[in-house]
């Protein structure tokens, strides 16, 4: 097996993407236990390596301002070179990730064959489609590493002793939010607007779920999602409360390990509960669990709608093709309550 030093992993997509890219860190901590590991994220991802054994350094992309022209990425590509890395491992597949790993001199840069950056690659992976994403992007270490290492393609967050646990502990006693009772999590948000499950049922579910004591409700979700989350919560007079916003990366994902059940979108916190093992109830619409982004736990249930216009689209989009997004207007409340009801009583769903 090739002895590497230095070694870079870039991924500069949204924090879910980045959040499955954890079992790959793992992966290449595991195999060169010696190697110092660097990550490539965008400036939103960065928080998520705060404290993580296996990230000695992260180093930010910032493509929407101070890298997005080609001198913004020369420079970016610049400070890459007098890291002096000897192999990056790039399972984002955009032109700009691979440019910029070519002009910061990488020798080894291994990405995946038939995407928009793979001219700039020195080898390549092929994608598989038929797998999830942590198994495709640990595909990457297929011709680096012996045949038969066996990886565990579920992210991992190892929160115990993190300061995250008091940024929620503090949160908690803000809001007045005691422990005591069950503990179900919502992240209604998504970048992509027709990922998101329709307001009034969010708002419906969430009144139907106040209506048993035992339990409460929190939002999570970044600061875009805060307004969505308190409309929700107001509108559904609950008494809910709302997290979105509130905390950081790591502090949302804590509050989720608090959970009993998280039930989302095909979004980032669906990924963050896998990384914390929370039982995960993920509502799919535009997009399909085939595509690879689905939760893999015993515990997890998908939800959607089975329409012949599904799926229209890899990451969704700004608004429906056909104009009536009936793949998240048309599944009710009701729906989903029943099998969140079903995985809190521990049935099989």
């Known amino acids: ?32 236990p010696e190697a110092q590991v660097d990550f490539l994220s965008r400036a939103s991802c960065e928080g998520l390596f705060l404290g993580h054994e296996h990230v000695d350094k992260v180093m930010v992309f910032d493509k929407q301002n101070r890298n997005r022209s080609l001198v913004g990425m020369l420079s970016l590509a610049s400070s890459i070179r007098r890291q002096k890395y000897d192999l990056a491992l790039i399972p984002h597949r955009s032109f700009r990730s691979g440019i910029i790993t070519a002009l910061a001199g990488i020798p080894k840069r291994v990405g995946f064959k038939a995407v928009a950056g793979s001219i700039w690659y020195t080898d390549s992976a092929p994608r598989d489609l038929s797998q999830h994403e942590g198994a495709r992007n640990l595909s990457l270490l297929d011709e680096l590493v012996p045949s038969g290492s066996a990886f565990d393609i579920r992210p991992t967050l190892d929160l115990a002793k993190h300061p995250a646990k ?14 005591g009772k069950r503990l179900i999590i919502y992240a209604p948000g ?34 875009e999602d805060a307004e969505l989350c308190g409309r929700i ?6 008494g809910a409360y709302n997290a979105a916003g509130e905390l950081s990366i790591l502090g949302s994902a804590t509050l989720i390990e608090l959970a009993d059940l998280l039930i989302t979108g095909d979004t980032a916190p669906l990924h963050l509960a896998q990384a914390v093992r929370t039982p995960t109830l993920a509502i799919f619409g535009p997009t399909v669990p085939e595509y ?58």
């Open 1 to 32: 097996m090739d002895s590497f030093h230095r070694i870079l992993i870039v991924q500069t997509a949204f924090l879910g993407d980045v959040v499955l890219t954890l079992p790959l860190v793992e992966a290449v901590h595991s195999s060169w």
């Open 166 to 179: 008091q940024e929620v502990a503090g949160w908690m006693d803000k809001v007045g939010l005691s422990p």
């Open 190 to 223: 998504s970048v992509w607007a027709t990922k998101r499950w329709d307001e009034s049922h969010w708002t419906e579910l969430l009144r139907r779920v106040g209506e048993d004591e035992s339990l409460v409700s929190v939002m999570v979700g970044g600061p």
């Open 233 to 238: 919560c107001q509108r559904s007079d609950c």
């Open 292 to 349: 690879g982004f689905a939760p893999t736990g015993e515990n997890d249930a998908i939800i959607g709608l089975e329409l012949p216009c599904r799926p229209c689209a890899i990451h969704g989009g700004r608004e429906c093709p056909l104009g009536h997004h009936d793949c998240m207007k048309g599944l009710s409340a009701e729906a989903v309550l029943r099998v969140a009801q079903k995985m809190l009583n521990g049935e099989s769903s």
